[in-house]
Every structure is written in C-alpha cells, then in structure tokens.
C-alpha cells in the first residue's frame, strides 16, 4: 500500500520566514495531493490540493510543488503570521475501485514566532 | 450548510468498557469516513462507507471496532471492549459523490482509554 513520509515533525519560524514542509509518497499510481490544516481543537481543513498533471499550484501566500519522478511534493508559507501555527498533514490519494483512497503523512506541527 | 459534526468531543473510559462515538456528515455527502490518529502519528484509515454499504473496511484494526451507518445518514463506530491502545483522536470526514471529491472533517472525538 501506499507511504507518505513528512518532515519535519516540528518546524519553528519567526513571523514573517517562509516554511517549507515535504513529504515523499511510494505509490506511483497516487495522482492527487492535498494538504490539511489542523488547528487546535479542530479537525483538518483542506487549505490546498495539487493534482498529478500540475507541478505547481499557487494561492496567495501558500503554494505547492510536486516532482513526480521523484515522488515528492512540498508546501510552500510565504510571509508566515502566527494564526499559520497549526499542524499541517499532506497526503496521497489514488483512485481504488472507483473511489479516492487517501493516505496521510504524519503531520508538521509549525510554530510561527511573533 | 453545516460542517460534519462528532459527539462526544471527548470520552474518557477504563479498559473493558464500551464506547459509542457517532458522525453526522454534511446533509447529502454519500461517502463517510472514519480516521484514527494516534498521538504524534498519521491519520490512518479505518473504513469507508458509500451511503449505508461499507466500501472498504481494510483499516479497521480488530473486531473489537463496529461501524455502521443505517439509513445512509449518520455513522456510528463502537469499540468493544476498549483497550489502552485504542486511545487516540477519532475522525470523521465526508465528501459528495465522485472521485477526486475533498473529504470535510469533523473535528473529532478524543478517547482516553485508561
């Protein structure tokens, strides 16, 4: 089955550096990306999603890359605010029996210092 | 339009017990799914209903855990009897029909079993 690897677990920046998180999957098949949010006491919200015919996907101060050769992707912060601090998951999702089966990474728990 | 909602937020139970955490999904939405993330871990699957047939119950860990969804609407998952290695954040998620669909969570119940 399918393996999604993150790094790195924790990440700290000072408000206003970017973040970068990445994460590597194994499924070759996998052909769509999502990101997910968590905050505190909530559950997880897509903030952005790539598909596997696109290599970049951009909205406002976020963006994501994906190298599918490599079989890569990362999340991109621009411009970090503290309500970015969160844990962000990404994942991989392939298509299995005529539905979207998603695999998650282990989650990226950013701190953005003010 | 109301998100997906979980009850109870939290449960806390002693080994041997038994816990019933339920899932309303957005109104509409035919597929459900349940998660499990374990502290510091990846979300991981544990099954897929499409309306009120179980698609995939490939993640469930044991047959101490029983998940249904009668009538297609809500969902709930039982696990009996609880064990320590139960505890963990329980997460439901919904999406409309269709692949490639996001998935919306809830925000999860969170179950201490001592």
């Known amino acids: 089955g399918e393996n999604v690897e993150q790094h790195p677990s924790t990440l700290s920046v000072q408000e206003g550096d970017s973040a970068v998180i990445k994460c590597t999957y194994s499924?070759?098949?996998?052909?769509?990306f999502p990101w997910y949010k968590q905050e505190l006491g909530k559950g997880p919200q897509l903030i952005i999603d790539?598909?596997?015919?696109?290599g970049e996907k951009k909205d406002q101060r976020i963006a994501v890359t994906l190298n599918k050769t490599a079989k890569h992707f990362s999340l991109h912060i621009t411009e970090t605010q503290p309500e970015d601090s969160a844990v962000y998951f990404c994942?991989?999702?392939?298509?299995?029996?005529?539905?979207?089966?998603?695999?998650f990474g282990t989650g990226t728990k950013l701190q953005v210092i003010p | 339009e109301a998100g997906v909602t979980q009850f109870p937020s939290h449960s806390v139970i002693e080994k041997g017990q038994t816990v019933t955490l339920r899932c309303d999904p957005i109104?509409?939405?035919?597929?459900l799914y349940w998660y499990r993330r374990v502290m510091g871990k990846e979300i991981k699957f544990l099954l897929h209903?499409?309306?009120?047939?179980?698609?995939?119950e490939s993640g469930m860990p044991n047959n101490r855990f029983l998940a249904e969804r009668t009538g297609g609407t809500y969902s709930t998952l039982k696990v009996q009897p609880a064990e320590l290695e139960d505890s963990g954040v329980y997460f439901c998620?919904?999406?409309?029909?269709?692949?490639?669909?996001?998935?919306?969570f809830g925000p999860g119940t969170r179950l201490l079993v001592l």
């Open positions: 998620a919904s999406s409309p029909e269709g692949l490639g669909e996001t998935q919306y």
């Open positions: 499924d070759s098949a996998s052909n769509y």
């Open positions: 790539i598909r596997s015919n696109v």
């Open positions: 994942a991989a999702s392939r298509d299995s029996g005529g539905y979207q089966k998603v695999t």
């Open positions: 109104s509409g939405h035919d597929n």
């Open positions: 209903f499409v309306k009120e047939s179980k698609q995939d």
